[in-house]
């Protein structure tokens, strides 16, 4: 087989965000594009020769012709063997369990996760590193780095490999495997959760569901977790079959976006349990007949209650998320004497604290949950982590989380988005904000007296390493927060994410819309950030 050398020149635009480099799908068509940033991530790899290579994606469009271009690259290369999804696609979680399962050096999962896909929209690639977690900075920096010097790429002059069949082909010194994208996945699910229980439980009609999968990834695994193995009625899982451009919408499991499983769960006819997940399968959206359940509580809900699961009943050694995230998993694992950590945005930072058993489960506001059974948030895991709970509990979702703010008090929680904002624009805001943080302690603002106001930064209590500069906050007295950050995961300008919470002991008050009950902190965060004022904008472009 014949190795190419490739002659390129460097772009300077190829620094990852914060999970992978996203752009335009018209950028990664772009001469070179793709194959520059993927030979730079190899060069700065050390010792590949002889590895295994995971490889899939979200089966958004462009992920075929990249993954036909990794392969040649990765045989060019020196690996000596190709793990991939039948199709090219794997969900993110399937891909972070199969990088462990199979001990492979790593994996290059491609997907921009809750972006828009099609030939207008986004694409995105992403390394996972050998314990199946996203690469740490360290490794990202390094790939940026090694991208702005690059002179020339590998790549083997090779027919295109057959995606969709699966079986093993040994191509002169690499092995080819196709594997079937559900199988390994699926059974690393019934290894945590109680199946019979779940299997009786949806057959007597205790629980009907609804699982959206927005015509994104988890559409095969839904079918076969939720349908065929656990007996939930046919077409409980809906927008099943993935599509490149996700059906034009956008796969973002949310209220705005999940616009017809919302409708369904808030109406007279709604199943007891509903749920979405996102482009690539790593997110979740939680809902009852009724309600709707924060990202943050969701998290506080699975600590508290975690040694209902099977693979959980021993307990667990901590908890973690990421700063904008609300504090209802601190008051948890406050009360069960936990340790809990507070991380920046990105799944990368919970790896070490996984790694090192120090934390047993974690999440997000950004609508990711997850634990040590696989190194990425998990979009089906959380599904069946609730589906799970419901069986146990013999409660509706409504009753579990009530129950939960009458033991906790409620932490009301609410971002908002400005998307798109012009560059400038948004690094004014920051840098407003950064100079009225000095003035802000001891300020009272109605009820509101600001006890500290700040930027997060946090070292990593594994390896030591310092991430600064990972959002601004201020927080008061009462234990409110606003956090305000600009998101490294959109392609279009900025995007301003405005983070609010109040916590509420009073439960004649839990019921109260987040929006009103935190009314007064929206405004105030829109004085402080002036943001109306700076864009022009009367509200913001989505609200979770
Ligand atoms: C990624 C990261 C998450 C992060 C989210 C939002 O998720 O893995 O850790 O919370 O982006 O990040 P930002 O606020 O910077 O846009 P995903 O599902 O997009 O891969």
């Known amino acids: 087989m014949k190795i190419k050398t490739i002659k390129t020149k460097p772009f300077d635009d190829q620094n990852p965000g914060t999970s992978g480099l996203r752009k335009k799908v018209k950028v990664f068509q772009h001469k070179n594009y793709l194959e520059n940033f993927v030979q730079s991530i190899f060069d700065s790899l050390e010792n590949i020769a002889g590895e295994t290579l995971v490889l899939g994606g979200d089966g958004r469009y462009f992920n075929r012709e990249a993954i036909q271009i990794i392969i040649k690259m990765a045989v060019a290369n020196g690996f000596a063997r190709l793990i991939i999804g039948q199709g090219g696609l794997l969900s993110t979680p399937a891909a972070s369990h199969i990088i462990r399962k199979y001990q492979a050096f790593g994996g290059l999962v491609l997907s921009a996760s809750h972006n828009p896909g099609g030939p207008d929209e986004d694409f995105g690639i992403k390394y ?306 950064q100079a009225l943080l000095p003035t802000l302690p001891g300020q009272a603002f109605g009820e509101f007296v600001v006890s500290y106001a700040d930027e997060f930064s946090y070292t990593d209590p594994v390896d030591g390493s310092l991430s600064q500069n990972q959002g601004i906050r201020i927080g008061f007295d009462n234990g409110s927060r606003i956090i305000f950050r600009l998101s490294g995961t959109g392609t279009v300008g900025a995007t301003l994410r405005i983070y609010l919470e109040r916590h509420e002991a009073n439960s004649n008050l839990h019921e109260l819309d987040a929006q009103v009950a935190l009314a007064d902190l929206i405004e105030l965060a829109e004085q402080f950030c002036e943001i109306k004022q700076r864009t022009g904008r009367t509200e913001p472009t989505v609200i979770t």
Not at 274 to 300: C, E, H, K, Y
Not at 311 to 337: E, N
Not at 343 to 372: M, V, Y
């Open 128 to 433: 996972n590193v050998g314990n199946g977690g996203p690469a740490p900075e360290k490794y990202t920096q390094a790939f940026y780095q090694h991208s702005l010097a690059l002179k020339s790429y590998k790549i083997a002059e090779l027919d295109d490999i057959d995606l969709d069949t699966i079986g093993s082909q040994q191509l002169d010194a690499i092995a080819i495997d196709i594997i079937d994208p559900v199988a390994d996945y699926a059974e690393l699910m019934q290894s945590i959760f109680d199946f019979d229980l779940l299997r009786e439980s949806i057959g007597s009609g205790y629980i009907t569901l609804r699982f959206d999968a927005m015509h994104a990834i988890t559409g095969p695994y839904a079918k076969k977790i939720l349908e065929d193995i656990l007996g939930a009625e046919a077409g409980s899982v809906i927008n099943a079959i993935p599509l490149e451009d996700f059906g034009g919408g956008h796969p973002d499991p949310n209220l705005a976006h999940a616009k017809e499983l919302a409708e369904e769960m808030f109406s007279a006819s709604a199943p007891t349990f509903g749920a979405a997940s996102d482009g690539d399968g790593d997110r979740n959206m939680i809902m009852g007949s009724q309600i709707f359940v924060t990202p943050s509580d969701s998290l506080a809900v699975m600590a508290a209650n975690a040694r209902l699961i099977p693979g959980y009943a021993r307990g667990l050694c901590g908890v973690a998320r990421s700063m904008p995230t609300s504090q209802a998993v601190d008051r948890v694992a406050a009360h069960y004497h936990l340790p809990c950590y507070e991380t920046p945005t990105g799944w990368k930072f919970f790896g070490n604290l996984l790694d090192a058993g120090k934390i047993t489960l974690c999440g997000e506001e950004s609508f990711g949950t997850g634990s040590d059974h696989v190194r990425e948030k998990d979009g089906l895991w959380a599904v069946l982590f609730w589906l799970n709970l419901i069986a146990r509990k013999r409660q509706p979702v409504a009753a579990i989380i009530q129950d939960h703010w009458r033991q906790f008090g409620r932490d009301f929680y609410a971002r908002h988005d400005y998307e798109a904002v012009d560059g400038d624009i948004a690094n004014g805001i920051v840098e407003h904000l």
